[in-house]
């Protein structure tokens, strides 16, 4: 397979991710924005939505003031915003062309239709109430298009690529997710285990659509920090957590190997990084400090992901 088109497979795979995730994030702040808080609390919220995300420098240089509007505008709509909802779509789509005779008919008709009717959608009518629908519809869409792809394709290279993809935006997600709600959403005067920490806890796993598993899992341990943050970082079993995508990026880059019939250095550092979170240990972790673990981790994905292209020649 040419670079050019694992990359194109990699990176539309990660955008539709990315579109799902913004989504995912949306919901958390707008969830959190909507429990009682005095004072400017649920500007805080946006702003730690807008920084999980990766664009609150892009969105101070573009708005002088920081409203809920600006805010969910900006992450959904705007083009300027190479990390909006809008563009990672648009992303998407062109790298799909790119490789469309690599995609089976359902998986281009699924992502093509998404875009054409997210492109009906216009700023000046996302009233606040109207949101969570939106973001309900957006989530659906790419679990369409990766029902398409797990349904139709053949499990050659051009799968490996693009579930390789799909789950390293899907760790960085969930990463960012926990890594947003410790460090930045709990209030400066809440203690860890409070009423409103226990709410946003809740928020946290409603938006990656694990509260009831997690109740399943963990029972009468009811929004416990601890336990969540074990449950989206190292319960295998749970399909958003860090350790579940990594073994998915492990068997990625392994079954790329076989076809290849060729080593390669990222899948030698994805093993390592998917050791290390099988035997990692709350108790460590958070002695150590969540957000000190989450930082090293995003540091060494972006590490991995710059391996992989050197490995694939994506450049």
């Keep these: ?14 955008q539709i991710e990315r579109s799902e995730n913004l989504a995912r994030l949306l919901d958390v702040g707008y969830r959190v924005a909507m429990l009682p808080s005095s004072g400017e609390g649920h500007r805080e919220e946006w702003r730690s939505t807008l920084i ?93 298009f990766r029902g398409a792809m797990l349904g139709t394709m053949l499990r050659d ?4 690529f693009s579930q390789l993809g799909a789950f390293m935006e899907r760790g960085d997600n969930t990463a960012r997710i926990l890594d947003v709600k410790y460090h930045l959403l709990l209030p400066d005067n809440e203690i860890v285990g409070g009423g409103v ?36 970082m190292l319960n295998q079993i749970m399909p958003r957590s860090l350790v579940h995508c990594y073994s998915w990026i492990t068997e990625s880059l392994l079954g790329i190997e076989n076809l290849y019939q060729e080593k390669s250095q990222s899948a030698a550092v994805a093993s ?6 099988r035997t990692s240990k709350m108790d460590d972790i958070f002695a150590d400090g969540l957000h000190e673990f989450l930082t090293e981790f995003l540091v060494s994905q972006n590490g991995l992901s710059s391996q992989i292209a050197e490995d694939y020649h994506f450049y």
């Design 1 to 14: 397979m040419l670079g050019r088109t694992a990359a194109s497979l990699f990176w539309l795979c990660r």
């Design 52 to 144: 999980s995300a990766g664009c609150e420098e892009g969105f101070r240089e573009k708005y002088d003031e920081l409203t809920e509007r600006a805010a969910i505008n900006y992450m959904l709509f705007d083009m300027d915003n190479s990390g909006s909802i809008r563009c990672c779509l648009h992303a998407a789509r062109n790298n799909a062309k790119a490789v469309r005779t690599a995609l089976t008919s359902e998986m281009w008709e699924s992502l093509n239709t998404t875009w054409l009717e997210f492109s009906e959608l216009r700023a000046q009518n996302m009233t606040s109430n109207r949101l969570p629908e939106v973001l309900s519809w957006i989530k659906q869409r790419s679990m369409l």
């Design 157 to 160: 290279d051009t799968y490996y």
């Design 197 to 232: 920490d226990r709410y946003q806890w809740s928020a946290i796993l409603r938006s990656v659509s694990a509260h009831r598993s997690y109740r399943w899992v963990y029972g009468d341990k009811a929004n416990q920090p601890w336990y969540v943050a074990e449950f989206m």
């Design 272 to 277: 390592d990084l998917f050791q290390k979170l």
